[in-house]
């Protein structure tokens, strides 16, 4: 079983819905991760958390909105996405950014369909 | 065989012979390296790692060689199992403006077949 768990496994929403993903970790972990993946294809790091601040936006469009409101949670609003935004979204954790480079942990993600 | 090409390469083996999967990276700088296997359906798992300052490393039937002169990193599977069949991704860790970002490669598949 993952130590990341992400919450809603699967979504279909529609253009005009808005909507938020979820993921949890108790680690202890101080740096929490989205990505966002297309069949076949890698992840692609889109935000990182430090400490609960932002600390890395990969030139997301604003249509997703990342919130960290505790060392533990990690969300992802959104609203008014489009059909190519369907993909799986990651949510990953380690322990800190800083202190030396290490692994991540992953959630088995939320598999996100636009209609 | 491996087939690389415009999808995703596939490498077919099988069951009980070894699997060698390869990968480029473009950082000479980076300090680290992960495997990654990710199932149908699943989040990416890691496997294991290796730093810049070591060649070779050897886990349970998995072992990662690195060579930094022409940025190659390989994960040899030792009799090669259809529970090994998934996507696996290489990650190079490098430090960018003071923290450790990670970069994954493009990913090979694995298929073994019984």
Known sequence: DTEVTQT???????????KSLKCEQHMGHRAM????QKAKKPPELMFVYSYEKLSI???VPSR????CPNSSLLNLHLHALQPED???????????????PQPQHF??????SIL | GESVGLHLPTLSVQEGDNSIINCAYSNSASDYFIWYKQES???PQFIIDIRSNMDKRQGQRVTVLLNKTVKHLSLQIAATQP????????????LSGGSYIPTFGRGTSLIVHP
């Open chain 1, 107 to 112: 959630g088995d993600g939320t598999r996100l």
């Open chain 1, 64 to 67: 997703f909105s990342p919130e």
């Open chain 2, 41 to 43: 359906g699943k989040g």
């Open chain 1, 57 to 59: 936006n990969e030139s």
């Open chain 1, 86 to 100: 369907s993909a799986l979204y990651l949510c990953a954790s380690s322990r800190d950014l800083t202190g030396g």
């Open chain 2, 83 to 94: 529970g090994d069949s998934a996507v696996y991704f290489c990650a190079e860790i490098s």
């Open chain 1, 33 to 36: 991760y989205w990505y966002k």
């Open chain 1, 8 to 18: 809603p496994k699967h979504l279909v929403m529609g253009m005009t819905n808005k």
